[in-house]
C-alpha cells in the first residue's frame, strides 16, 4: 500500500487556487506584479526589480470560446486559453499582473502578444533561432539588457549590478533545489510519485514568498529521502514498473488525462523534461561578479533547450542524459493540438529513444475533454509493453 | 513546377560547372548566392515528389512545411549540394531538423522583427556567416565588388517583377492576375537571373500589347497572406471567373519581397544588407509593421476595392495576424476585407467559391 500524502504536498496541489487569494494579499501590500509565460523568462531581473512572478499560462477551455473571436481556432489551446482570459478579465493572476513578459518563441505566442499588448502593459523579449554563442549571444544580449531596461522605465526604478548578483545567486540557489525534486524520481521504486512531483513543481510558480518556498522544497526532498530510507516508499517496489519521463510543453492543463492516469495504471512518472520540467533547472547562471550580470543572464537562458530554437541539439543530448541517468524504460511526448515546435521535435525524439532502445509514446491533446478514453487505451498499451519487456529481461536474468 | 523540371535543372546547372543552392524563403539574400557564382534555386510548390512528409511530420502541419520536406528528401534533390534552412516560421525550421541528409543543410537566423535594435547587427553578421559558410564548403571568394555587380541584378529582377505586377495599375486591369502569378512562376525556375529578368520584362510586353481582357466592371482584388505558390490557380481563377481580378499579389512571390531595395551605393555594403532586408513584410515579424505599410500604399496604387487575406492551414503567423489585418482594412482603410483559410487540395473549392463570390458582390 502506497503511504498517505504528507499534507505538504496538498498545500502545493492546491497552491494556484490558493495563489489567487495570496496574489491579492501581494497586491495589497503594494507590491507589484510580473505576468510571463515561459522559461525563457529570466526570472533573475524580475527578482531584482522586486516584482513577483506569476505564470499566465492559460489550462481551461472555457475561455477559448472568447478568445477563438479574435484568433484562428486551428491554434495551440494554452495561446487561446491564455488570451481568452485577458479578454474575458477571468483570470485574477492576469488581471493583477502591472506587466506582461513575453518572449518570440512559438510563431503563435508571438503574434498573439502582439494583441495582448492591446490590453495589458507589455514587454517582448526577442528570441534567437539559433542557439548558438558565437551567432546569438549578442542579439540576446542586447535583448536581456532590452528587457532590464524596459522594467526600468516602467516602474521608474534603477536595477543595479548589486541587485541583479545577489538575485542572481537567490535564483541560482532555488534552481538548485528545485532540480534536486527530481533527482527523488532516480530512486527505485521513485521516492516520490510523479503526480506529487508535478504538483509540487507546479504549485512553486504560485507561491510568492521566497524563503518559504525555498523551505517548502527542501522539507518536501529531506521528508521524501528519510521516507524512502525507512523503507516507506510511495509506490510499492517492483520490478517490472515501468519508469517514464514526460516531456513536452504547457501540458499541465492535461494532467487528468495523460500523467495522472499512467500512475494510476502502474507506471512511473520518475522525471520531467520539456518546459514544465528539469530542463531549465540543470544550468545556472555563473556567479563570476568581475562580469557583466546580464551577459551571464543571457548565457543561461541561451542554453535553454527549448523546441523553439533550431537546430535544438542541446535538447537532445540533455534528453539522452536524462534517460540514462534516470533510468527509463519509456518516453512520452505531450504536445498542445497545433503547437508545431514540440509537435515536429517529437519525431527528433522518437529517432533518438529508438537509439537509446525504449520506447516513445506521442500524445497531442487539448484542453476539451472526449479523448480521455481514447488517450488512456493508449497509456494503457504503451505501459503493458514496457511491463512485458522487463518481465522478459527478468526472466532471462 | 514538376519534379521533372526540377531534375533538369539541377542537373543542368551541374553540367554548367556550377554548384547547387536551393531555398524556400525570400529572407535568404540572394545578392550573396548570385555573387558566389552559386545556382540559386528559390523554389515553388514542387508537384509529383514523393510523401516522405507524412511519416516524418505529424498531421496537422502547413501544406508547405509539407511540401518543403517532401522536396528535400525526395531524389529530386539527390545531387544539390546545398539547402537553405531559414528559421523563418516554426514548422520549416523544425521541419529542417529532421531531414536526412543534414550535411547539406545550412541554417540562416532571420531576426522576428522590423523595429529591434538587435536585428541590424543580427542581419549583417547572418550574412558574414554565410559568406564564411560558402568559403569553407566550396572554395568560393566572395569580394564587395562581387557583391555589388550581384545585387544589381537582383535589383533589376526585383524591379522586373514589380514592373509587371504594375500594368495592374491600368483601369481595367491590362490582364488577368493568374496569368501575371502563372508567369512569375514559370520564369523564377529558370537558373539564369538575366535570362529570368528578360522574360519577365518580355511577359509584361506581351500583356501590354494585347487588349485588356477584363471588364470594366470587375471588382479590383489584392490578394495578401500566405505564399500562393501552391495555391494560386485555385484562388486566382475562381476570384478572376467570377466578377474579380486580381491587381496585385502582395505576396511573398511577388510584392514582398520584389519591393525590397538594395542600396548597390552604400559605402558599407553590410549596411545595405541589413537596410533591404529588413523591410521584409513577413509574419515572422513581430509587429509586422511593414506589411501593414505595403498594404496601406498597394490599396492606394492599385486603386483595390477588396482585400483577400489568403492563409494556408496551421500557419500562425498569418493566421493570427488576420485580426489585425481586418481591422486595417475595414476600420482604418475603409475596404472590405475576407480572410480564406485553404491548402493545397481541391477538396474546398466549391466552398471556396461560393465565399468569394459572395465577397465579390458585396463589394
Known amino acids: 500500500m502506497a503511504n498517505e500524502l504528507p499534507k505538504n504536498f496538498e498545500e502545493f496541489a492546491d497552491a494556484r487556487r490558493a495563489g489567487f487569494l495570496k496574489m491579492k494579499e501581494v497586491k495589497d501590500q503594494g507590491k507589484q506584479v510580473c505576468g510571463m509565460f515561459c522559461q525563457y523568462t529570466p526570472a533573475e531581473i524580475i527578482h531584482a526589480a522586486g516584482l513577483k512572478q506569476v505564470a499566465l499560462c492559460g489550462r481551461s477551455h472555457l475561455p477559448i470560446k472568447t478568445a477563438e473571436t479574435r484568433l484562428p481556432a486551428n491554434l495551440c489551446p494554452l495561446i487561446k486559453a491564455s488570451f481568452g482570459h485577458v479578454l474575458e478579465d477571468s483570470c485574477p493572476f492576469a488581471y493583477f499582473s502591472d506587466i506582461v513578459v513575453g518572449e518570440t518563441t512559438c510563431d503563435g505566442k508571438k503574434k498573439m502578444y502582439e494583441l495582448l499588448g492591446e490590453y495589458k502593459p507589455m514587454q517582448v523579449i526577442h528570441l534567437p533561432n539559433v542557439p548558438d554563442y558565437d551567432r546569438s549571444l549578442e542579439m540576446w544580449v542586447s535583448e536581456v539588457r532590452k528587457f532590464k531596461e524596459g522594467l526600468e522605465e516602467h516602474f521608474h526604478i534603477t536595477i543595479t549590478d548589486d541587485m541583479l548578483n545577489a538575485s542572481i545567486v537567490w535564483n541560482n540557489k532555488l534552481r538548485t533545489q528545485q532540480a534536486r525534486l527530481y533527482e527523488l524520481g532516480k530512486y527505485d521504486p521513485p521516492a516520490v510519485t510523479g503526480v506529487v512531483m508535478n504538483d509540487v513543481t507546479d504549485g512553486l510558480q504560485f507561491m510568492f514568498d521566497d524563503e518559504a518556498k525555498y523551505e517548502k522544497i527542501s522539507s518536501i526532498i529531506e521528508e521524501c529521502e528519510k521516507n524512502w530510507k525507512e523503507g516507506k516508499y510511495p509506490v510499492e517496489p517492483d520490478p517490472t514498473r515501468p519508469r517514464l519521463i514526460v516531456s513536452g510543453g504547457g501540458y499541465v492543463a492535461t494532467n487528468e488525462k495523460t500523467i495522472n492516469v499512467m500512475e494510476e495504471l502502474g507506471a512511473s512518472i520518475v522525471c520531467y523534461e520539456g518546459c514544465c520540467g528539469i530542463s531549465s533547472l540543470r544550468r545556472t547562471v555563473d556567479e563570476d561578479t568581475s562580469r557583466d550580470p546580464i551577459v551571464r543572464i543571457a548565457e543561461k537562458y541561451l542554453e535553454v533547450p527549448c523546441a523553439v530554437v533550431s537546430p535544438n541539439t542541446r535538447r537532445m543530448e540533455q534528453v539522452a542524459d536524462t534517460i540514462d541517468e534516470w533510468k527509463a524504460d519509456g518516453y512520452v511526448s505531450i504536445t498542445l493540438h497545433s503547437c508545431n515546435p514540440f509537435a515536429i521535435e517529437t519525431e527528433n525524439l522518437r529517432r533518438l529513444c529508438e537509439s537509446k532502445g525504449i520506447p516513445l509514446l506521442h500524445i497531442q491533446t487539448d484542453f476539451t475533454p472526449g479523448d480521455e478514453a481514447q488517450i488512456r487505451t493508449r497509456i494503457e498499451a504503451f505501459i503493458e509493453m514496457i511491463r512485458e519487456s522487463k518481465k522478459e529481461a527478468l526472466t532471462h536474468e | ?363
Open chain 2, 1 to 363: 513546377m514538376n519534379k521533372k523540371t526540377l531534375q533538369e535543372l539541377i542537373s543542368n546547372c551541374h553540367a554548367a560547372g556550377k554548384k547547387t543552392a536551393v531555398s524556400f524563403c525570400s529572407h535568404v539574400p540572394q545578392e550573396i548566392l548570385e555573387a558566389a557564382g552559386i545556382c540559386s534555386l528559390r523554389l515553388p510548390y514542387v508537384g509529383g515528389v514523393d510523401d516522405a512528409a507524412s511519416h516524418i511530420l505529424v498531421s496537422n502541419v502547413c501544406p508547405i512545411v509539407k511540401n518543403v520536406c517532401n522536396v528535400c528528401e525526395d531524389s529530386a534533390l539527390a545531387d544539390v549540394d546545398l539547402i537553405f534552412a531559414e528559421t523563418s516560421c516554426d514548422g520549416k525550421k523544425k521541419m529542417y531538423e529532421l531531414l536526412s541528409d543534414q550535411k547539406r543543410i545550412y541554417f540562416y537566423q532571420v531576426g522576428q522583427g522590423a523595429d529591434r535594435e538587435y536585428v541590424r547587427p543580427l542581419i549583417k553578421s547572418e550574412v558574414k556567416y554565410l559568406i564564411r559558410e560558402l568559403g569553407k564548403r566550396f572554395g568560393v571568394r566572395i569580394t564587395e565588388d562581387d557583391i555589388r555587380e550581384a545585387a544589381k541584378l537582383v535589383n533589376e529582377e526585383r524591379q522586373s517583377i514589380l514592373d509587371l505586377m504594375a500594368i495592374q495599375k491600368a483601369k481595367p486591369a491590362a490582364a488577368w492576375g493568374t496569368e501575371i502569378f502563372r508567369a512569375l512562376e514559370e520564369h523564377r525556375t529558370v537558373p539564369d537571373i538575366r535570362e529570368r529578368i528578360a522574360a519577365n520584362r518580355k511577359t509584361k510586353e506581351e500583356l501590354l500589347a494585347q487588349k485588356s481582357p477584363v471588364g470594366k466592371s470587375a471588382r479590383r482584388v489584392l490578394v495578401t497572406g500566405c505564399p500562393m505558390s501552391g495555391v494560386y490557380e485555385k484562388i486566382a481563377s475562381t476570384i478572376e471567373s467570377n466578377g474579380g481580378v486580381v491587381v496585385a499579389f502582395e505576396n511573398c512571390e511577388v510584392i514582398k519581397s520584389a519591393i525590397r531595395h538594395f542600396d548597390t551605393e552604400n559605402e558599407d555594403i553590410m549596411e545595405a544588407f541589413a537596410d533591404c532586408y529588413q523591410q521584409t513584410a513577413c509574419a515572422i515579424m513581430s509587429p509586422n509593421t511593414v506589411r501593414f505599410d505595403l498594404i496601406r500604399q498597394l490599396t492606394d496604387e492599385y486603386q483595390v476595392d477588396g482585400v483577400l487575406d489568403v492563409t494556408l492551414q496551421t500557419c500562425h503567423p498569418y493566421t493570427v495576424e488576420r485580426d489585425k489585418m481586418m481591422r486595417l482594412c475595414r476600420e482604418e482603410l475603409g475596404i472590405p476585407y475576407m480572410a480564406v483559410e485553404t491548402d493545397v487540395t481541391d477538396s474546398d473549392a466549391g466552398q471556396l467559391a461560393t465565399r468569394i463570390t459572395a465577397f465579390l458582390e458585396m463589394i
